[in-house]
């Protein structure tokens, strides 16, 4: 009997709805999504990076401006061979000589002598380039042979007086004589100011035309180098010292 009773009081107990342990947690709604505002964060992130990159792009404005590559010495011009385009940063207080000017600053002179390797500016140039003191520019017209293949702005030139042999009657002596007292050297040491070059005449110098150049010379010189050029009886050869290789 104590049997049965137990075992109908534990049938009864089984029926009773069963509670939730305290360690179990009730079940949570899922979060809701909001595309909406995800779309607004990226749309943030997008608009500070553009900003940002406006912002440094404004810092580093730059400009493509003139380079010389080839030392210019003073009264001297820039061309297409002794320059080259360049980016820097611009910079209101650089008067910076931009590539788009290049026709205009052909046609100026250096007020110095200008280096290779440094960024033109306004200053270097002027419409007319003083002579340093003790110094003088003769203009010479060459013809081929009297001058070497491949001569620039630039180059530093030694000018001969030669003279043409003529007056077959004379006697060898003489000949022999007056080539010797013809034949030397009137400036030792001279900068080509002037020269027109491959690209500012053409694909090529004519060698039938003659050369246009023009010296610096020790102002003593001058005016050998002038008489001795106005009869036709310059020869330049180059000599250590260029400024091209």
């Known amino acids: 009997m104590k049997i049965q009773e137990r075992t109908g009081a534990g049938a009864g107990r089984s029926a009773a709805p069963a509670q939730p342990s305290v360690g179990d947690r009730l079940p949570t709604p899922p979060r809701e999504r909001k595309p909406a505002l995800a779309a607004l964060a990226v749309l943030l992130i997008?608009?500070?990076?553009?900003?940002?990159?406006?912002?440094?792009?404004?810092?580093?404005?730059?400009?493509?401006?003139?380079?010389?590559?080839?030392?210019?010495?003073?009264?001297?011009?820039?061309n297409t061979s002794n320059t080259a385009s360049v980016m820097v940063a611009k910079d209101?207080?650089?008067?910076?000589?931009?590539?788009?000017?290049?026709?205009?600053?052909?046609?100026?002179?250096?007020v110095n002598a200008i280096p290779a390797g440094v960024v033109a500016v306004g200053e270097m140039f002027g419409d007319e380039a003083g002579v340093a003191a003790g110094k003088a520019t003769v203009g010479l017209s060459l013809k081929a042979g009297q001058y070497p293949t491949g001569i620039k702005q630039g180059d530093t030139v030694a000018a001969y007086r030669v003279s043409s042999a003529t007056g077959s009657s004379n006697s060898n002596?003489?000949?022999?004589?007056?080539?010797?007292?013809?034949?030397?050297?009137?400036?030792?040491?001279?900068?080509?100011?002037?020269?027109?070059?491959?690209k500012d005449s053409g694909d090529e110098l004519v060698s039938s035309?003659?050369?246009?150049?023009?010296?610096?010379?020790?102002?003593?010189?001058?005016?050998?180098?002038?008489?001795?050029?106005?009869?036709?009886?310059?020869?330049?050869?180059?000599?250590?010292?260029?400024?091209?290789?």
């Open 173 to 198: 002596s003489n000949s022999s004589s007056s080539s010797a007292s013809s034949n030397s050297v009137i400036v030792d040491n001279a900068r080509v100011t002037y020269v027109p070059g491959a």
């Open 92 to 110: 209101d207080s650089i008067h910076y000589v931009e590539w788009a000017q290049l026709d205009q600053l052909k046609k100026l002179k250096a």
């Open 46 to 78: 997008l608009v500070g990076a553009l900003g940002a990159t406006m912002l440094v792009l404004q810092a580093g404005d730059r400009i493509e401006v003139v380079k010389v590559t080839e030392a210019i010495p003073a009264g001297g011009s820039v």
């Open 209 to 245: 035309t003659n050369l246009a150049v023009t010296l610096t010379v020790d102002s003593d010189k001058a005016a050998d180098l002038a008489q001795a050029a106005s009869n036709g009886e310059v020869a330049l050869v180059q000599v250590p010292g260029n400024s091209g290789n």
